[in-house]
């Protein structure tokens, strides 16, 4: 596996990373266990090193698989997780219909001190704030991950789904190693002001998503039936007419790869390593041959030539719906 370094640090991680999310909440029922550590191990067997999850992913079962899957071998290992949302209510929003979010300082350190427990780690690789609270001043945010950095709880500090302005005001407290945000050839907004913004400041970008949630893998269409337990059902861009129409996207994935003997979901995690040295995609899985072929676009070459032709294409095409409902989305580019 080849290995990249997000930004100006000294935080080197496999140029593609596993989103684990979905092996504990929001896609349908949690999957076994048993079989998640093993899957888990089996990444780090074929080189993968970093590992993404989150405090509110359950809550705290992700947290807690994979402490047991990865504690055995920490040495190999980098872990990122995040704090932010408000776990005493649903994750996505209160009774009041606002996102449940808190970043407060003391909340943080308290997060930090769990988060430990959980993972069975003692010190945090990468931790992130989850989603801007605007409840609370960013440089509070950063001062507090500050001072989990001075007394070795934490090792990198992180922002998700932050505006340029945001990741301007945190960088001066204290220097942020990465910003998580959704990237993909079906998700493009961080090229008109993020990735400049990171690139001017030397922070790494970790694409969620990168393969659409499952759409730009080619295996789904408007017959696509999601769970009501599975948050996809509930998004805007996995309604029918939406899929129907943004099957353009997949079929231009398809073209190409056919060029290459790849698949569409190589070709789209292929774009997003060509087109920065500090961009890592953390696709999620919770099978063994779906991470066999993630992990092969890395070795997959994009010549200009393509992916002067993948973009050209990409902008014929009008993508069709919101990424997320009103809720959510008021929670990005904050």
Known sequence: ??????????????????GCMGMSFSYG???????????????????????????????????????????????QVVIATKFGFNTSLDPREDNHGKPALNSRPENIKKVADESLKRLKIDSIDLFYQHRVDLEVPIEDVAGAVKELIEVGKVKHFGLSEASAATIRRAHAVQPVTALQSESSLWWRQPEREIIPTLEEFGIGLVPYSPLGKGFLTGKMDRQESFASDDFRSKLPRFQAEAMDANQAMVNLLLTIASEKAATPAQVALAWLLAQKPWIVPIPGTTKLHRLEENIGAVDLELSAYDLAKIDTAAAEIKLVGDRYPEALNALTGR
């Open 1 to 18: 596996m080849k290995k990249r370094t997000l930004g100006n640090t000294s935080l080197e991680v496999s140029a593609i990373g596993l």
């Open 29 to 75: 029922p949690p999957k076994d266990e048993k079989e998640m550590i093993a899957l888990l191990r089996a990444a780090v067997d074929r080189g993968v090193n970093f590992f993404d999850t989150a405090e509110v992913y359950g809550p705290f079962t992700n947290e807690i698989l994979l402490g047991k899957a990865l504690a055995p071998i920490r040495d």
